[in-house]
């Protein structure tokens, strides 16, 4: 077990390394660049302004040597510009704080610097946990909103297949789950936050909800989130409660006179809900991208709007410690699922 | 006011004539005002002079303190010389003020400057700078705070700085900087300008948003970093892509307050809604925000439905929809040609491009990038309308199988005008193909495409944006527009303060650009915003000025 979870953590380096350098391999291709010079100095700047910009802060290094400074694993640059002012790679930048150390020749990831937000003037490591608050809020209400209502749905319409109720059921989650949150998201702005249907019940902006998330201003990013994930566990609840229930075990049990609500409840209900838990931990990732969208579309200020404005800005280092982030995220809920996995079913050993 | 002048000095000799041009009706009231002020003339006088009362400001309507929340793209604050976004002069217009402020009816308001002379040719300048008045750090404010912030401004080899743009005429070619004896510190609130030649928009250039006074010891890489300033609030906080809140400086005696300028509220919220108008809209339903920095195309409507109040404005604000006659394409240079160009004039008809572009929210203009609300603005027609032999023109120009790309950045109107021009022409039987690109990539070769469209703001003289925009040579001139003519031309109009004479050379320019079909320039742009009932002071300004300080809930 202990080899299996290091293993996942090398698995898990690697792939940050491989995510990092590609993303920052992107993010340093030349006209990206002179986006970034453009919106740092200003965006009608001439040509020969940006190249002296970017000379002057280490962006026309080499790729590989930019990517090890990032890291840490080379010193920092230090440059004598063009307009007389020295700047290196590990100066202190922003205002002094506990996070900003003093100045060392190494200065990456690996030494604990995030890096600078050129967008934010901030340092990342200032910016990224407050954004990861907020998402976390976020999905921790997905979550409570999402899962028990998915397992209902998925059990209830599990329990008999075919009948009436199984397809309704059905029916709704093909829809939630069939719906992107681009659309559903919209639509239910249009439905409960406009008063074009008479039914303005929320608001359509959770700019607020950052700093007081009340049911008006966050039941709509939370519902639309959840809408999505619900209808694809309630599908695979549903397909693993009607295999359960066409089981041996629960054939024999019913024979033997047991009640249908003990059936459901004492027998069904354990085994039915493996599938599910892996289910929902893979899904974890995927409703990251809906964070993504959903942060967006109501001005939520998470980490998922933090990353389009990151890529729309060209903010490489912030770019690259959301990348980090991201893989941490993924590749840990996977990690529990496998280990839950092995405790809720105790057929399975991990070798 | 007892003085006509702000200097108590006699009127300036072009007065007269100004006055006799209104009363005959040649003139509009904001062309004379626009006039008039800039010569030192005091607003007061100005309207006196016109037999007319000076409206009375909202101050009297005003409540003191509360909170006013704006939706406003918050963006990082950089050195004040390269502001090229009026937002980010919204945020530290709090605590920097400017040396003069531009109204929207045109007139020119003394701020930090108490008053200043220009002699007949607009070579020398007296500026007189005010009294009392501190920064908040206890600093006198004094004439050597203006020498020093001028200089600065004339460096042109600072990073991103623009007012070097707007004060060519103090900038010495050779060495890049202020040129030796033109900024004179005459007193301890005095400074004279001894420009090399004449100009007359330098009064102009110092109201415009990058021109904020900063103190000595300013954080170029960072305003926020040291915020001594003259003005009455400090930033509490500032989020970028969030929220900036503005809140009153307490400790520090604001020179306003004497003067009864303002400043009545107590906390300015700016917060970032992203660049979707339709996210503004939500925000206003859920009662997040008191208004908007500006509302753009249908949304006009919007806001008026859901009961704010509107404040429109006529401004100079416009799009240039142009080819550039240096760009190559596939080898040959097909926008070098005059009769290509003056085809695309010819089969555009400017009223289509305001009505589809822009919901015929502003005024046709005559692709000369110069107009009535000018003051030197002459009279010249434009090219006729004609789509017929619009494609005779460029078919004897042996170009009428060639493709060509209109590009255009991705947002609403901007890309609707363009379409309408790209239908136009194709309407005409031309090749034509449309790119649109996001924002993001957009602005790195915005001055090098064949051919697109950029967005111009206002500004008070109609020379300034020739100078900038369309003389050779100049980083800004997107047409690559290169006439030895129109440059003399244009110099020659920059010596002469005075507008009827300047308008005589103007007739002249607004002609080269017809005849050389240089750009489309389809409108002018009304410009709105809209707030919730119950604030006063927040009007719309035609060149998008940061003038928080006038803003109040309404008593």
Same mark, same amino acid.
């Given at each position: ?351 | ?141 004094? @004439? #050597?705070?203006? *020498?020093? &912030?001028?200089?600065?401004?004339? /460096?042109?080899?600072?990073?991103? %700085?623009? !007012?070097? $743009? ?40 110092? @109201? #415009?948003?990058? *021109?904020? &006074?900063?103190?000595?010891?300013? /954080?170029?890489?960072?305003?926020? %970093?040291? !915020?001594? $300033? ?10 970028v892509g969030v929220k900036s809140v503005l809140v009153r400086n307490e400790g520090h005696e604001w020179w306003g307050y004497a003067e009864g300028r303002g400043a009545f509220l107590d906390r300015i919220e700016f917060i970032d809604y992203g660049t979707d108008p339709s996210a503004w809209v939500a925000a206003a339903a859920a009662d997040e925000i008191d208004m908007t920095y500006e509302t ?212 002249k320019l607004q002609a080269i650009l017809t005849d050389e079909a240089v750009t489309i320039q389809p409108y002018w742009r009304t410009i709105y915003r809209h707030a919730k009932p119950g604030f006063v002071g927040w009007d719309m300004h ?14």
């Amino acid at each position: 077990m202990g080899l299996f979870i290091l293993r996942r953590f090398g698995i898990m380096i690697l792939t940050a390394l491989c995510l990092t350098f590609i993303v920052f391999w992107l993010t340093n291709l030349y006209p990206k660049l002179e986006v970034l010079a453009k919106t740092q100095g200003n965006f009608r700047m001439s040509d020969e302004a940006v190249t002296t910009f970017l000379d002057n802060r280490g962006y026309t290094q080499a790729l590989p040597i930019k990517y090890g400074q990032w890291l840490g694993v080379l010193p920092g640059y230090v440059i004598e510009g063009s307009d007389g002012e020295t700047r290196a790679r590990c100066e202190l930048r922003g205002p002094p704080s506990d996070i900003n150390p003093p100045l060392s020749r190494y200065c990456g990831i690996i030494q604990g610097n995030w890096g600078f937000s050129t967008v934010a003037k901030v340092e990342v490591s200032d910016v990224l946990p407050t954004r990861l608050a907020n998402t976390g809020k976020l999905m921790f209400w997905v979550m409570l909103v999402m899962i028990p209502g998915a397992l209902t749905i998925g059990v209830l319409a599990g329990m008999r297949e075919g009948s009436k109720m199984d397809r309704s059921l059905s029916t709704v989650s093909i829809v939630s789950t069939a719906t992107p949150e681009y659309v559903s998201g919209v639509i239910l702005i249009a439905l409960f936050a406009t008063p074009l249907f008479g039914m303005q019940f929320f608001k359509g902006s959770a700019a607020s909800a950052v700093d007081d998330a009340n049911f008006n201003n966050f039941f709509l990013p939370v519902i639309t989130i959840a809408l999505y994930g619900m209808g694809y566990i309630a599908r695979m609840t549903r397909a693993s409660m009607t295999e359960v229930m066409t089981a041996q075990f629960v054939r024999t049990a019913r024979l033997k006179g047991v009640s249908f609500r003990n059936i459901v409840m004492k027998h069904a209900l354990r085994n039915a809900l493996i599938a599910p838990f892996t289910v929902i931990m893979l899904q974890v990732p995927w409703l990251l991208n809906g964070v993504v969208i959903v942060e967006t579309l109501f001005t939520y200020q998470g980490f998922g709007w933090e990353l389009v404005r990151a890529a729309s800005n060209n903010d490489i280092e912030m770019l690259l410690g959301i990348s980090v982030i991201s893989v941490f995220v993924v590749l840990m809920t996977q990690l529990i699922s496998d280990i839950g996995y092995v405790f809720l079913n105790p057929r399975i050993r991990i070798s | 006011m007892t003085n006509k002048t702000l200097t108590g000095a006699a009127l300036h000799p072009a007065v007269d004539v100004y006055v006799k041009d209104a009363n005959a009706g040649k003139l509009s009231r904001r062309e004379f005002l626009t006039r008039t002020t800039a010569l030192g003339v005091t607003s007061a006088a100005a309207y006196g002079l016109l037999g007319l009362e000076q409206p009375a400001a909202a101050a009297g309507h005003a409540q003191q303190g509360g909170t006013m929340r704006m939706q406003m793209e918050v963006r990082a604050l950089k050195d004040t010389r390269a502001t090229d976004w009026t937002q980010i002069a919204f945020v530290y217009a709090g605590w920097l003020e400017y040396l003069v402020e531009y109204n929207s009816d045109g007139s020119f308001e003394s701020a930090l400057l108490e008053s200043w002379e220009v002699n007949d040719d607009a070579t020398v300048y007296t500026l007189n700078v005010r009294q009392g008045v501190k920064w908040n750090n206890g600093d006198d404010f004094t @004439a #050597d705070d203006v *020498a020093r &912030v001028i200089s600065d401004w004339c /460096d042109t080899a600072a990073e991103g %700085n623009s !007012m070097a $743009g707007r004060m060519t005429a103090l900038v010495d070619t050779d060495t890049g900087v202020a040129a030796e004896g033109a900024i004179n510190v005459t007193g301890p609130h005095q400074v004279t300008l001894n420009l090399p030649k004449s100009d007359i928009t330098l009064i102009a250039g110092m @109201a #415009d948003y990058p *021109a904020a &006074v900063y103190h000595s010891g300013f /954080d170029n890489e960072n305003p926020l %970093n040291d !915020m001594v $300033g003259t003005g009455p609030y400090i930033s509490e906080s500032h989020e970028v892509g969030v929220k900036s809140v503005l809140v009153r400086n307490e400790g520090h005696e604001w020179w306003g307050y004497a003067e009864g300028r303002g400043a009545f509220l107590d906390r300015i919220e700016f917060i970032d809604y992203g660049t979707d108008p339709s996210a503004w809209v939500a925000a206003a339903a859920a009662d997040e925000i008191d208004m908007t920095y500006e509302t753009v195309g249908d949304f006009v409507e919007v806001f008026k439905s859901i009961g704010y109040e509107e404040s429109a404005i006529a401004s100079a604000s416009t799009i240039v929809v142009r080819p550039n006659q240096a760009a190559e394409v596939d080898g040959v240079m097909p926008y070098a040609d005059v009769r290509v160009r003056k085809a695309i004039a010819m089969a555009v008809n400017n009223e289509v491009c305001l009505e589809l572009g822009y919901a015929n929210q502003g005024v046709v203009a005559r692709n000369q990038h110069v107009g009535p609300m000018h003051p030197e603005w002459a009279d010249v027609p434009a090219t006729a309308y004609d789509p017929e032999g619009a494609l005779a023109l460029l078919t004897e120009a042996g170009m009428a199988d060639f493709e060509m790309e209109i590009v255009s950045i991705d947002d609403d109107w901007r890309k609707n005008t363009t379409d309408a021009v790209a239908a136009q022409l194709r309407d005409a039987g031309f090749n034509v193909k449309r790119t649109i690109m996001p924002g993001s990539t957009f602005w790195n070769d915005w001055t090098k495409y064949p051919f697109s469209s950029t967005n111009w703001n206002h500004r008070p003289l109609g020379t300034q944006v020739l100078g900038l925009a369309y003389r050779s040579g100049e980083a800004w001139n997107e047409f690559a527009f290169s006439n030895a003519e129109f440059d003399t031309l244009l110099d020659e109009a920059n010596a002469l303060a005075d507008a009827d004479s300047r308008r005589v050379v103007m007739e002249k320019l607004q002609a080269i650009l017809t005849d050389e079909a240089v750009t489309i320039q389809p409108y002018w742009r009304t410009i709105y915003r809209h707030a919730k009932p119950g604030f006063v002071g927040w009007d719309m300004h035609i060149a998008y000025l940061p003038h928080i300080y006038k803003i109040a809930i309404a008593a």
